[in-house]
């Protein structure tokens, strides 16, 4: 399954335009991968809604496929998962090891199967990305890991409960050691874990199974585990709204929207990043599921720093890094989470913005400057996502190569942006 069949394509955009018009928030990546991933404990097959047809959804379907899942679309974003009897326990190496997400297999494989092999999935261009809590957090359940030099085993007959330290706070490592321990025999209590919505959203989906887990949303869980008894889906699931498609909407409203409105989204999970949109001058108007962004007169600098939920979210940070070269006055940006965050500013200086880059973790930048349209690589997910974004504020045309990195996280993000007026084609 792919919509992005030819790896080379890209995007065409005529900038200057204001957008106008309704978009609707599809399912949350960050959570969509991780319930499929879940799948893998439950002893039936299972329906799950509101998934994004995007392309890292795309490649974990590949994974579970080979695994032994049968994949079954039941509607627009809605798939069934037969879960077969005989499950495989080694992730497709020619896949894996070049998508990153693929490691939320590894938990839910192990606990299943007491064995799991997988390909050390590597860095990528946001920063070095280690598994060491993971492997640690395995260990301390009674797992053994061998490192086979290209790939890796963990092997444990029986998971055990046991109470566990995040050295870093890990969303993923987090979610992993979740995955091993619900199946575990005993109790785990695990420490320091990351509070983002998306594991709150997965923990909710594994307790309405049968799983035992309280103190989701705070940085202390307790998991009572069922001893081998896999879990047994009920009802159907929903993942949550994407929160970070969500920003980048808003952003592209507080530039262009005349006005955008934002719908199916949960604002809740936006409350830092909508106070600095508010400090930068944007005009919202806040309902229950529903945002409406009107581009201020003025946009206002603002600094942020990125952090773990409930702080400014590093997802969001290079797209609000464009909201930023047209505030007036200076603002700093401080990336926290990860080392090659900030990697892209050259390509955006380029067209025109004037940003200085302090220390690998730090820029400045300096607003409001006119922006040109250029051609453009896309690095990653968001800092691609972010050249649209300046392509579409840019006078002239733009070209943004490498857009599989986009389609990995925003399902159809160039038809949506046509139906709000933006002149943007897809070509190879
Ligand atoms: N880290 C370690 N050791 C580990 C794991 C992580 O040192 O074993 C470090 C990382 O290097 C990083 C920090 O901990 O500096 C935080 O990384 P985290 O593990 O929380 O990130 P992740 O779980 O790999 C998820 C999202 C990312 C999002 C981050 C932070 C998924 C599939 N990915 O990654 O999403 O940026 O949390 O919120 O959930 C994206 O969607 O574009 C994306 C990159």
Known sequence: ????????????????????????????KNNALKILAASLLFSNGLNIKNVPLIEDVFRLFDLLEIIGVKILKKGLNEFYLEIQKNIKNVLEKSIAERFRASIVLAGPLLARTGKVIFPFPGGCVIGKRPIDVFLDGW???GAKIYDKGSFYEVRAKKLKGADYTFRTVSVTGTETLIMSAVLAEGETILRNVACEPEVVALVDFLNKAGAEIRGAGTPFLRIKGTNGRLLKALRGFEVIPDRIEAGSFLIIGALLGDPLIIKHCEPNHLSTFLLALKDAGVNLEIEKDKIKVIRPKKILSVDIKTREYPGFPTDLQAPFVVLMTQAFGQSLIFETVFDGRLNYIEDLNRM???IVMC????????????????????????AGLAFVIAALVAKGKSIINNIYQ??????????????????IQRVD
């Open 139 to 141: 260990r301390a359940l």
């Open 1 to 28: 399954m792919s919509y992005n069949k030819n790896k080379l394509m890209r995007f065409i955009i005529k900038g200057g335009y204001k957008l106008k018009g309704e978009v609707e928030i599809k399912g949350a």
């Open 352 to 354: 025109g913005t004037k």
């Open 406 to 423: 986009i389609d990995r996280g925003y399902e159809k993000i160039d038809e949506r942006l046509r139906m709000l007026g933006a002149k």
């Open 359 to 382: 220390d690998p973790h730090r820029i400045l930048i300096s607003g409001p400057t006119p922006l040109r349209g250029r051609e453009v690589e896309s690095p990653d997910l968001r």
